[in-house]
């Protein structure tokens, strides 16, 4: 299988674009987690948080990185920013990358739980240690992640020794980049590929747990609190669901990476261009999500587009 070892234009301008439209969207809607949140519990903090990371990851991944792919073999380049005005390392970059989405899904996996623990609250079903011990969990296996991220390359020094002996085919292309990485098989990635486990069954238990939990609290209590409490706290549960099945874009990359490394897909090189290109989008979409299941965010929108385009007497759903 052949690689391609040129640069595809097109996936750079789309970085720029997505990338740039993207930060508006992030920026707008922080601004709305700050300044029209009243209504909104404590969650509104943890929101915030959420939305910060996405602004940074999207800024990263489409802005300062840029990466792109050597598939089938495991290794790939970056082309933005941070690389060619001051020449980080790739690995450092794709690293902080990774450690950033799984920080949003840890992130978001707190946001559940912090719910859970206020529906729960109207229950009189309340454990706080539980919940605290969750979250330093949680964060710990992001923090733990990132520092088994930057010990799995192939140390810049041996790069080129290991594409002689491994892939001579196309040792003069990869020579003739300045700037890549290269990942194998070895103790660290064996040890990131566990902790990443253990961290997608920990965040998916927690989820599936506290979400039928959520909705079974709250089938109970419909009768006992009233219809705008019930439709807000299920609306919160609806956002919360939507956040996670749109945060699955983010990895999206890394999927189709691995399947290709597996598979030796043919042409899987543009497979994972093209993913990395659908990746992009999660902040942006994140940010459309946010919006639609929070009755003022979206409020505040509909109205405001309505003076900026003259529309009257416009429903407010």
């Not at 794709?94 to 950033?100: D, R």
């Not at 040890?191 to 979400?211: A, Q």
């Not at 899987?268 to 990395?276: E, I, M, P």
């Amino acid at each position: 299988m052949t690689i391609n070892f040129t640069t595809p234009v097109w996936l750079i301008r789309y970085y720029y674009i997505v990338g740039t439209v993207s930060l508006i969207i992030n920026f707008g809607t922080s601004y709305l987690v700050i300044a029209k949140s009243e209504k909104i519990d404590g969650i509104r903090y943890l929101l915030l948080v959420f939305q910060f990371l996405c602004t940074i990851t999207n800024i990263n991944f489409t802005l300062l990185m840029q990466p792109m792919s050597l598939f089938p073999i495991m290794a790939a380049y970056c082309n933005g920013v941070l690389v060619k005005v001051f020449n980080i390392y790739s690995h450092y970059l794709l690293a902080v990358w990774t450690s950033l989405l799984i920080s949003e899904i840890v992130c978001l996996t707190i946001c559940f739980a912090w719910k859970h623990r206020k529906i729960s609250k109207l229950a009189n079903r309340l454990n706080d240690g539980t919940y605290n011990l969750l979250a330093v969990f949680a964060i710990f296996i992001a923090l733990s992640y990132y520092f088994l991220a930057t010990q799995m390359d192939v140390k810049r020094e041996f790069q080129m020794q290991y594409v002689r002996e491994m892939y001579p085919d196309y040792y003069d292309q990869f020579q003739s980049l300045k700037n890549f990485v290269i990942y194998t098989e070895n103790t660290w990635a064996t040890l990131g590929i566990i902790t990443c486990s253990i961290g997608s069954l920990f965040c998916g238990t927690v989820l599936t747990y506290t979400t039928i939990d959520m909705l079974k609290i709250l089938k109970k209590l419909k009768m006992k609190i009233s219809s705008n409490s019930y439709t807000r706290y299920k609306n919160a549960v609806k956002s919360l669901l939507a956040h996670f099945y749109t945060s699955l874009l983010s990895i999206l990359p890394v999927t189709a990476a691995m399947i290709v490394m597996y598979a030796k897909i043919e042409n899987g090189q543009d497979l994972v261009n093209g993913a990395a290109a659908i990746g992009g989008l999660h902040s942006s979409v994140n940010a459309v999500v946010l919006i639609t299941f929070t009755i003022p965010y979206r409020k505040f929108v509909i109205r405001k587009s309505a003076e900026i385009f003259g529309v009257r007497n416009i429903a407010m759903f």
